[in-house]
């Protein structure tokens, strides 16, 4: 079997046991393309109770939650934190190390945890927070006492709002002759257009979420572009148009 036939097996296998034990069911964390893959062979599911969660705001690896009718959604969920299929774990270092996103997640792999439990990490400068499995959170707490060359104090939360760390990302002001895909996509990433074209074009680029292939596709203002191993950009803000006719908007880029 195919890695995609492989993940969409495991979303039939939640959907049956959902709708067997009337019990919220998830994959995994999924990263983007996973995703996409979901939401594309979900769409004529209409039947289907599911929604893309990774706890934070604006998470890029989420997992698909099954719902049985009694539940409301994610709102269900974080009402009724017992039920949800992840936690947050906050991660306070030390004063003097200086720890980045992979110092986190490899310490974690190294205690035999697999990547596909671990969620969105959001570093800031007094640790980190960390998306993961349910299962695996009293685990990690126990067993994770250092990360690099530092020592760490891992604490289960019981509420994605109360992780107390912030994303940290990167303003900037930019400039479009329209807001066509491709040229949100060059501005925003610094590429080339034709750059920009060809990964759309190669299905590399996703807007909220979804695989898009058409370099003239709109970008509406509040959307979220992911170039995998580039990072993501949120589109942030109008800034009106210029003298000279060109749309100025701001990004926040992770």
Do not use: W
């Not at 994610?74 to 980045?100: G, H, Q, R, W």
């Not at 960390?130 to 299962?135: L, N």
């Not at 807007?207 to 292939?213: A, D, P, T």
Request: charged share 30%; net charge neutral; glycine share 8%.
């Amino acid at each position: 079997m195919t890695d995609n036939e492989l993940l969409l097996a495991r979303v039939e296998d939640c959907i049956t046991a959902c709708d067997e034990s009337y019990l919220i069911t998830s994959t995994n964390f999924l990263d983007i393309y996973q995703q996409s893959t979901v939401i594309e062979y979900l769409k004529k599911r209409s039947e289907v109770k599911y929604k893309l969660y990774g706890g934070f705001d604006d998470s890029e690896r989420k997992t698909a939650v099954f719902f049985p009718d009694y539940a409301d959604g994610v709102d269900y969920i974080k009402e009724n934190p017992d039920l949800s299929p992840i936690t947050a774990l906050n991660i306070k270092k030390d004063s003097f190390s200086s720890l980045s996103h992979r110092d986190y997640l490899g310490a974690v792999m190294g205690l035999g945890i697999r990547r596909e439990a671990v969620g969105d990490i959001i570093v800031s400068d007094k640790g980190c927070s960390m998306a993961v499995i349910k299962s695996v959170a009293p685990y990690i707490k126990e067993n994770l006492t250092s990360v690099g060359r530092g020592s760490v104090k891992v604490e289960i939360s019981e509420s994605f709002d109360n992780t107390g760390s912030e994303a940290v990302f990167e303003t900037k002001r930019c400039y479009v002759s329209s807001m066509r895909l491709d040229a949100v996509v060059a501005v925003a990433f610094s590429l080339s257009r034709n750059t920009a074209a060809e990964k759309i074009r190669r299905g590399e680029v996703l807007m909220n979420g979804v695989v898009m292939s058409k370099p003239d596709t709109r970008v509406p203002f509040g959307a979220k572009l992911v170039i995998h191993g580039s990072g993501k950009v949120i589109v942030d803000e109008d800034v009106g148009v210029t003298k000279k006719g060109r749309q100025a908007f701001l990004i926040k880029k992770y």
